[in-house]
């Protein structure tokens, strides 16, 4: 039986990326995708998935607008690394369809009729609202699963903090201490593993077709801010882990803890995980610590280019081309 999600998010090249595994993935039933504002606002992230579900041929699946700025913070997003249009800079048509509003509510309405869970690929202003709306009704999520937050991991926005948690802090904390919904916590200590190397984009290049030239095109811009900020080749690709952990439970391991943030201060935004139990409260939340990447990997691009199974075989498996 599929399971029905909903997809909150601030597309994002890599949540862009997490879109298409998504709706290449036949375990889930995608009810609607939600946008909050994160890499960019959360319009231009509404725009941007409608340009995924263009190119994926999925215009029946609903976009809503949720939340534009954080619950305290005033907004910073990620346009130094998305691109001025969140998406590379590219120029991608969206698809003709309208646009919702009311993120927020939509997810309350799909809660209460039960069996849905949440994959949440941005800031968790959506989710915190959500709560505050109505505390009953969100609690009746099936599950979250949140790309966020770093444990041992240093941080990508801060020394100490992963750019989701960093944007709305509070928000964080409100879920952190509301929710009653179970909660994965997949955080750079996982994603920094999944690397889509210069050799795996070239792979995609030689695939070709519709998808493929997406791929490639809306990572270039990512790609040279990986190399400009961290002599990293290639990119790290987050998002798309949550998608497969909601899927797999076995490509990620960790434990669960009490879960804490920063919410002022140097150290805004830093996830506090109470590995030591020193707090004495109740496990709010389970931390992934180990990935086994290459499968991800495999994983990520078979689905995505079914018919070239050979080739992605070939390359995963030839360690000469280092992509591991
Ligand atoms: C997260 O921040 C965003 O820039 C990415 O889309 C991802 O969700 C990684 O820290
Ligand atoms: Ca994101």
Redesign the pocket.
């Known amino acids: 039986m599929k399971k029905k999600v909903i997809i909150d998010c601030?597309p994002?090249i890599?949540?862009s990326l997490a879109l298409i595994l998504a709706l290449n993935s036949p375990e889930l039933e995608i009810v609607g995708i939600t946008t909050v504002s994160?890499?960019v606002k959360a319009d231009q992230g509404a725009k941007n998935a409608l340009k995924v579900l263009k190119i994926m041929n999925r215009e029946d699946i609903p976009v809503y607008i949720g939340e534009e700025v954080p619950l305290e913070r005033e907004l910073i997003t990620?346009q130094d690394?998305?691109g001025e249009d969140g998406l590379g800079e590219t120029n991608y048509e969206e698809a003709d369809v309208k646009i919702n509003y009311g993120g927020v509510d939509f997810i309350l309405e799909n809660s209460r009729k039960g069996d849905i869970s949440v994959i949440a690929?941005?800031p968790l202003t959506n989710l915190a609202k959500a709560i505050e709306r109505d505390e009953e009704g969100f609690n009746m999520i099936n599950e979250i699963v949140s790309?966020g937050g770093a444990f041992r991991s240093h941080g990508?926005c801060s020394q100490v903090a992963?750019?989701?948690y960093w944007v709305d802090p509070h928000g964080v904390k409100e879920v952190f201490d509301r929710s009653k919904v179970p909660f994965s916590m997949v955080g750079?200590d996982v994603?920094r593993e999944i690397i889509l190397t210069p050799n795996l984009i070239e792979l995609i290049k030689q695939i070709g077709g519709d998808i493929a030239n997406f791929i490639v095109d809306i990572t270039r811009f990512y790609v040279d801010f990986h190399w400009n900020q961290e002599r990293t080749l290639g990119c790290v690709i987050?998002?798309p882990l949550a998608v497969a952990y909601f899927i797999d439970r076995t490509l990620c391991d960790g434990f669960t803890s009490y879960l804490d943030i920063v919410t002022d201060g140097k150290a805004i935004g830093q996830t506090l995980v109470d590995v030591g139990n020193f707090y004495r409260k109740e496990h709010n939340g389970r931390i992934l610590t180990k990935v086994d990447s290459k499968r991800f990997m495999k994983m990520f691009l078979e689905r995505i280019f079914p018919e070239s199974k050979n080739d992605i075989a070939i390359v995963l498996n030839n360690s000469k081309y280092g992509v591991n």
């Open positions: 601030d994002g890599d949540d994160g890499n990620a690394t998305h690929l941005g790309m990508n992963e750019f989701n750079l994603t987050n998002d």
